[in-house]
């Protein structure tokens, strides 16, 4: 099964101090890997993606995600959160099927940056 | 720049109705999935379709149905609707099916309740 998880349903974490947001996946083969970030009554919103090179890939919003396939994680990451960064964020990994490229999402984590 | 365009934005029925849910991707994108979001859970995939063909599908009920029409918008029919159908439903578009094809713009959803 290919699948991702998401450990933590919550993350609080100070302004202006670094974030991590955890994500692992379980696939079989090469790995496509994406974070969106959803706000309250918004639709997903596409902050970066992993398909291959460097480990490290820069996104949307200075967020920062790392691969590691010893690992078999994608946590995403940013060196100064903001309390505008609150909102629910999704690990996905693509499943390239015959037709299509559906994303299967992990469970979300809510991350709250107070002041 | 244009977005996905989703409508309603809300929609409210009662049990064993229909309902229809449309969805306008972006221009010049050929792709569209549906994915259902219950409250507080992760977008489940339902759907997809590509050159109006359908190209993949999820996790979608039988009393459920879509299609894609010649100018690539689409939509979802849901019938003998149930309490359990009540969720956010995110239309997301992308051009091509192909590994080009990385990433995914979601609309900001149709917000469904059943009563």
């Known amino acids: 099964a290919q699948s991702v998880a998401q450990p933590e349903d919550q993350v609080n974490v100070a302004e202006g101090n670094p974030l991590t947001v955890k994500c692992t996946y379980s696939?079989?083969?090469?790995?496509?890997l994406f974070w969106y970030v959803q706000y309250p009554n918004r639709g997903l919103q596409f902050l970066l993606k992993?398909?291959?090179?460097?480990?490290l890939v820069k996104g949307s919003y200075g967020f920062e995600a790392e691969f590691n396939k010893s690992q078999t994680s994608f946590h995403l990451k940013k060196p100064s959160a903001l309390v505008s960064d609150s909102a629910l964020y999704f690990c996905?990994?693509?499943?390239?099927?015959?037709?299509?490229?559906?994303?299967?999402f992990g469970t979300g984590t809510q991350l709250k940056v107070e002041l | 720049a244009a977005g996905v365009i989703q409508s309603p934005r809300h929609l409210i029925k009662e049990k064993r109705e229909t309902a229809t849910l449309k969805c306008y991707p972006i221009?010049?994108?050929?792709?569209v999935y549906w994915y259902q979001q219950g409250p507080g859970q992760d977008p489940q995939f339902l759907i997809s379709f590509y050159e109006k063909m359908q190209s993949d599908k999820g996790s979608i009920p039988d009393r459920f149905s879509a299609q894609q029409f010649s100018d690539y918008h689409s939509e979802l029919n849901m019938s003998s609707l149930e309490l359990g159908d009540s969720a956010l439903y995110f239309c997301a578009s992308a051009f091509g099916t192909g590994t080009t094809n990385e990433k995914l713009f979601f609309g900001s959803g149709t917000q469904l309740s059943v009563l």
């Open positions: 221009p010049r994108h050929d792709t």
């Open positions: 996905a990994v693509r499943l390239l099927t015959g037709g299509g490229n559906k994303l299967t």
């Open positions: 992993y398909i291959t090179g460097d480990n």
């Open positions: 696939v079989s083969g090469n790995p496509y």
